[in-house]
Nanobody
Framework: QVQLVESGGGLVQAGGSLRLSCAAS????????MGWFRQAPGKEREFVAA????????RYADSVKGRFTISRDNAKNTVYLQMDSLKPEDTAVYYC?????????????????WGQGTQVTVSS
């Protein structure tokens, strides 16, 4: 049974940092590109970042480029999202996902498996 479990969310002041983790089980982690998405109240789920199966390539949404860093440790079956210089508009539920396209996809439909989400709240 595939499980993706996010952790590391919480409340932080604007300008602060958080590191999200996503631990995967039940799938061959190295066979999947991994992505982070987020969904704020009243908004559609949006792409945040993605990383190739071997960590050699990354893609970021313009809104987080330069502030967020995605990484992975295949030995630990874990993908990370380091979030720095957080802004109130970063407030959302953040979801980890495993893809099926190996294309650093930005669309939710490209991803087969999803975690339960972790809440990130940035206060002003």
């Amino acid at each position: 049974q595939v499980q993706l479990v996010e952790s590391g969310g919480g409340l932080v002041q604007a300008g602060g940092s958080l590191r999200l983790s996503c631990a995967a089980s039940g799938l061959t982690f190295g066979f999947h590109d991994m992505g982070w998405f987020r969904q704020a109240p009243g908004k559609e789920r949006e792409f945040v970042a993605a990383i190739t199966w071997n960590g050699s390539g990354t893609r970021y949404a313009d809104s987080v480029k330069g502030r967020f860093t995605i990484s992975r440790d295949n030995a630990k079956n874990t993908v990370y999202l380091q979030m720095d210089s957080l802004k109130p508009e970063d407030t959302a539920v953040y979801y980890c996902a495993a893809d099926r396209t190996f294309s650093l996809a930005t669309l939710t439909t490209a991803y087969d498996y999803w975690g339960q989400g972790t809440q990130v709240t940035v206060s002003s």
